[in-house]
Nanobody, 124 residues
Framework: QVQLVESGGGLVQAGGSLRLSCAASGGTFSSYSMAWFRQAPGKERDFVAHIMWTGGITRYADSVKGRFTISRDNAKNTVYLQMNSLKPEDTAVYYC?????????????????WGQGTQVTVSS
């Protein structure tokens, strides 16, 4: 059983930056592909970014490409999401997720493990 705990959310002004962290325990972290999703009030949970086991391949939603960077440190069992040039529309609860596979990485149904989420609020 894998446990994921997100941290680093908060309130930031538009144009600012935040770095989210997701610490994993209870499994072999380097065996999992990892992703970040987000969910705004009244909306579905949307894909944000994905990273493969070794960190060599990353993928992003078009809405965050060029502003967000996903990375991982397998020695620390942690995945990060660096968010720059934040916009009010980035406001959401951000979740990290883990799975053995990497196909259909943009779909929530592909992920077996989820964190509890961390709130990110961007003011205009």
């Amino acid at each position: 059983q894998v446990q994921l705990v997100e941290s680093g959310g908060g309130l930031v002004q538009a144009g600012g930056s935040l770095r989210l962290s997701c610490a994993a325990s209870g499994g072999t972290f380097s065996s999992y592909s990892m992703a970040w999703f987000r969910q705004a009030p009244g909306k579905e949970r949307d894909f944000v970014a994905h990273i493969m086991w070794t960190g060599g391949i990353t993928r992003y939603a078009d809405s965050v490409k060029g502003r967000f960077t996903i990375s991982r440190d397998n020695a620390k069992n942690t995945v990060y999401l660096q968010m720059n040039s934040l916009k009010p529309e980035d406001t959401a609860v951000y979740y990290c997720a883990a799975n053995y596979g990497s196909s259909r990485y943009w779909e929530t149904s592909q992920y077996a493990y989820w964190g509890q989420g961390t709130q990110v609020t961007v003011s205009s």
